[in-house]
Structures are given as structure tokens and as C-alpha cells.
């Protein structure tokens, strides 16, 4: 068979794994033929492939990043785009596509797949909010590199007595946030499912202060919102899937506190650090585990299905369930684990 690859939407460590697995079972078990569509659907679209080995991947287990690079193009808002698509694969010979992304990618594979594409799903973002796995590659390492850098940063605020607002990512869910304000001793956690009171926050920084502790850490997910409008909150422009570029709320909660608490605050945005570098060995056992499952998808005939995790095995679902729901944070960890420790 020709088996092609995609990788779409931000990357996450553990791409490269992905792809070896699949490689590497394709060529030696299946005697396929690999390549890979540069820039996500854009390639597709475009018809631009490189070709892919067990030695053009060898090296790359390790390795950040996707090599054949991501976008966040959506065919279906380009002119005829799915078409090109389509006809992309004729072209080329492709029996079957391996698309590797979000629910932004899976949807569009869900819909090419419901248009007649032989498509197979590996879900993947680093914020962790497909309900259809338990677990997406890319997590675990950005909650090692946001609990790292709190480390770093309760040595810094407790030097100076000051207050350090963190700003992780995660739009539309905490995951990040939690897992790594909980990791790391946060005094307070704020997370797009809650929104937030700023009193509560800053009386939860001067009980802990009035008892002399002289450092916090807070840390903000980048989709935290402030109940009822009451801080605005800067925003950017739109992709072509609708998200908006957010970013702002770390600056915005520091001068807040700093203005009413009289704590010295530093705002620090840890942004792109935390989807570069390399992955866990957790993320790269998980995207080895999806790699493998979804070339054996491919031979089974299984299209329109995507991998995940269930209950620790590997399954195949519907690519439909890869974008349905989004996966909220668990409200029992933020009320019953993190908040008994806010302020403290
Ligand atoms: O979707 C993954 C993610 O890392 C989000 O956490 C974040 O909001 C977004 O990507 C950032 O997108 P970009 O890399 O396009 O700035």
C-alpha cells in the first residue's frame, strides 16, 4: 500500500514518534510505501509530499516537532479545497491517509472520510481535551515543563516576596494548569471551566501572605475568564478554524493583584517553551502505542476511525467521537485536590 501522513494544528512532542511507529511497522511488517504531506492539510491541498522511511526517521524518536511540519489551513475553508485534496491522493497513488492532529484535524478527516477518503485519526494536542482518549501525547511533557519552570520560579518569588502569575496554555480546558499548578504548590490555580473571582483570588494571596509565607505562585490557564466581565482581557485575531489567538490574561491578573493587594507581581507567559523540546518517555511510549495501532487500522480496512486511549489499551472509535465533545477538567480534582490548597 501508499500510506500517507499529516500532521495539522500546534504541534506537540511526540509527532515524530507517531510517525516512526507507523513507518516502521508499515515498511517492515506490511512492506508498504511511506510519504509524508508537508504543512498539514496544506500540502494536501497543494500536493506537496516528502518521502518517509525507517531511515529518514531514524533519530527522530527523541525529537520535538514534526518533521514534516504542521499548519492550521482548513481545507473546507478554501476554495474547492477538499477536492484538491482528493485529488491530491488520486495523484499520487494513496491508499490511505494517517491524519495526526486535533479536533480541528480529525473533523476535517471525519468529513473526507464521510466524502469517501480512506482516512485513519491519531488524536493528538498537548491540552490534553479530546474526550475520545483518555490521554493525548504532548501532555505529559507540558506539565513536566510547566512544573519545572514553577520550580524554578517559587526561588525567584520567594528572593524578592513577590507574586508570579504563570500563563499556560490551555483555551478551552485546564488540564495543563491544573496537573502542573497542583505539581508545583500553586496558591491558586485559575482554569477556563471556573471562572474566576479576582477578590477571591487576592484574598486567597493575602491569607497566605498575612501568615508569612512571601511568595505565591498563580497559575492562570490562557482561556481563564474573570466572572461577569470584570477585568478585560486582550484579544487576537482568528484562524481559519475560528480560535481565537489568546494571551494576555497573565498580565492582566498581575497588574490587578499587584494594584490591589500591594504584593509585587511579575507576570511570566511560558507559551511556545511548552510544546517544544522533547517528549517524556510517557508521550513517546503513548505516540508509539498510536503509531503502531493506527498503520494496523489502515490493513484492517478500519477507515473513519481514530486510535485512543481507553481504560490503558489502545482502541479504535469513530472519528465522529474525536470531535465531539471537548474533555473539561475533572471538576473533583480542582474542588476536592487543587482548592484545598489555595491560599495556603
Ligand atoms: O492547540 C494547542 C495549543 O498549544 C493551545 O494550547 C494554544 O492555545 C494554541 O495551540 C496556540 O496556537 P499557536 O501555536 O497557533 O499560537
Not at 79 to 104: F, M, Q, T, W, Y
Not at 127 to 136: I, K, P, V
Not at 214 to 222: F, L
Amino acid at each position: 500500500m501508499r500510506v500517507a501522513m499529516l500532521t495539522g494544528g500546534g504541534d506537540a512532542p511526540g509527532l515524530n514518534a507517531v510517525m516512526r511507529a507507523v513507518v516502521r511497522k508499515a515498511e517492515r511488517v506490511f512492506g508498504d510505501e511511506c510519504l509524508g504531506f508537508l504543512d498539514g492539510w496544506k500540502g494536501a491541498i497543494e500536493g506537496r509530499t516528502v518521502p518517509m522511511s525507517v531511515e529518514t526517521m531514524r533519530g527522530t524518536l527523541a525529537r520535538g516537532g514534526t518533521v514534516i511540519r504542521s499548519s492550521r489551513t482548513n481545507p473546507f475553508k478554501i476554495d474547492g479545497g477538499p477536492d484538491k485534496v482528493k485529488a491530491s491522493l488520486e495523484r499520487l497513488g494513496i491508499d490511505a491517509l494517517i491524519a495526526i492532529g486535533g479536533e480541528d484535524t480529525l473533523g476535517v478527516a471525519n468529513k473526507l472520510w464521510e466524502q469517501g477518503v480512506a482516512v485513519v485519526g491519531v488524536p493528538k494536542t498537548i491540552d490534553n481535551d479530546l474526550s475520545a482518549t483518555e490521554m493525548t501525547f504532548g501532555f505529559d511533557t507540558a506539565v513536566q515543563i510547566v512544573t519545572e519552570a514553577i520550580d524554578r520560579l517559587h526561588t525567584t518569588a520567594e528572593s524578592h516576596d513577590r507574586v508570579m502569575v504563570v500563563e499556560v496554555m490551555g483555551r478551552h480546558a485546564g488540564h495543563i494548569a491544573l496537573w502542573s499548578g497542583i505539581a508545583g504548590g500553586a496558591a491558586v490555580i485559575l482554569i477556563p471551566e471556573e471562572p474566576f473571582d479576582i477578590d477571591a483570588v487576592c484574598d486567597a494571596l493575602r491569607r497566605r501572605h498575612e501568615k508569612g509565607s512571601y511568595a505565591s505562585i498563580v497559575v492562570a490557564a490562557e482561556g481563564a475568564t474573570p466572572k461577569e466581565g470584570t477585568m478585560s482581557l486582550l484579544t487576537g485575531e482568528t484562524d481559519q478554524f475560528g480560535h481565537v489567538r489568546l494571551g494576555g490574561i497573565g498580565q492582566r491578573l498581575s497588574e490587578e493583584i499587584e494594584a490591589r493587594t500591594g504584593y509585587e507581581t511579575r507576570a511570566v507567559v511560558l507559551g511556545h517553551v511548552q510544546r517544544g523540546g522533547t517528549p517524556t518517555a510517557f508521550d513517546r511510549v503513548l505516540a508509539t502505542r498510536f503509531g503502531i495501532a493506527a498503520i494496523d487500522a489502515v490493513h484492517d480496512g478500519d477507515f473513519g476511525k481514530m486510535v485512543a486511549l481507553r481504560n490503558g489499551d489502545i482502541e479504535r472509535v469513530p472519528l465522529s467521537a474525536g470531535v465531539g465533545e471537548l474533555k473539561l477538567v475533572d471538576p473533583s480534582l480542582y474542588h476536592g485536590v487543587a482548592e484545598f490548597f489555595f491560599g495556603g
